[in-house]
């Protein structure tokens, strides 16, 4: 398998302002890398409408590139891929496993998502720092009804269960996340996932192949970047950081939620104001070609005239 070399990591460390020495157990420094990856690495769909090709790749040197040398991010299965890699390299025992997520109409699609399982002391943990606003924020433990706190209020839950589009719900269980924007909201099931079979590099690229081109998808039609916001409370009694809200880029709007406020800080209606919208919130600068290769696409934001 796979690995980044020790100055890769090194790199990767002062990019997300990691330190190897912020946590002592294994637990614990998994918490802390998550936590610090989600807050510089943005889950984002860039690639998709500002280059010229309109592909993503996941080779794992290609992955190093974008995000710590380009300061850039990915939707799922590159950033999963990425920070699944750092994990192999820094010794930890994972799988990577595909998931399907529960459509609008209600359904669950076909493979399109990916997250990471972790096993620490002989307990699993779903590792996931691709799923945008309504993703885990911690490592959780593979308990069936396990719930936890993601961005609070905001809640998530997993469940070990079958699905109603099972044709044999006697003999089919698999793994589900749900959240709830607060404990008296409904839970609202996202995705599953399998948590004990391994995808293949090769499994992943035919997802990724499907989710970037089809123009169904999500991230097709979609400009998106956000990360996590930590508080920086450092006080002697509480000096681990904590998640405290969002920084979210929807289209054509910025976004900032905090706990269960939400405030649209700045709406846009030009790619001139997203671009520098974009440097301004994320520090992503995109060059001139890449301005121009979102020309003609449905997600391109064109001026509008004022007397149309």
Not at 272 to 285: M, S, W
Request: hydrophobic content about 35%; aromatic content about 10%; some cysteine.
């Amino acid at each position: 398998m796979v690995t980044y070399a020790q100055d890769q990591l090194d790199r990767y460390f002062r990019h997300i302002g990691y330190s190897p020495k912020d946590a002592e157990d294994d637990l614990g420094r998994l918490a802390m890398l998550q936590l610090r990856h989600m807050a510089r690495v943005p889950f984002e769909s860039l690639t998709l409408h500002y280059s010229q090709h309109h592909r993503l790749s996941l080779d794992l040197e290609d992955l190093f590139e974008k995000i710590v040398d380009k300061g850039r991010g990915g939707y799922c299965m590159e950033v999963n891929t990425f920070f699944g890699a750092v994990l192999r390299s820094l010794g930890y025992t994972l799988i990577n496993v595909g998931g399907r997520v529960k459509a609008g109409d209600g359904e669950y699609k076909g493979w399109n998502h990916m997250v990471n399982i972790v096993t620490i002391n002989n307990t699993r943990y779903l590792v996931d720092v691709g799923f945008g606003s309504h993703g885990s924020v911690n490592p959780v433990p593979l308990e069936h009804n396990y719930v936890f706190t993601t961005v609070s209020p905001a809640r998530g839950k997993l469940e070990y269960k079958s699905l109603s589009q099972h044709t044999d719900s006697t003999n089919q269980r698999i793994w589900v996340y749900s959240t709830q924007e607060s404990p008296s909201a409904p839970w609202k099931e996202m995705y599953c996932f399998a948590a004990d079979t391994e995808f293949f590099p090769a499994d992943f690229e035919v997802m990724n192949l499907s989710t970037m081109t089809s123009p169904h998808s999500f991230f097709v039609q979609t400009v998106m970047c956000m990360w996590l916001l930590l508080n920086d409370d450092n006080d002697d009694d509480n000096n681990q950081e904590q998640p405290i809200g969002l920084l979210i880029l929807h289209k054509d709007y910025v976004k900032m939620r905090i706990g269960d406020k939400s405030e649209i800080i700045e709406q846009f209606e030009s790619e001139e104001q997203r671009v520098k919208a974009l440097q301004k919130y994320f520090g992503i600068v995109l060059t001139r070609k890449e301005k121009e290769a979102i020309r003609g696409l449905p997600s391109e934001l064109k001026t509008r005239c004022g007397h149309c």
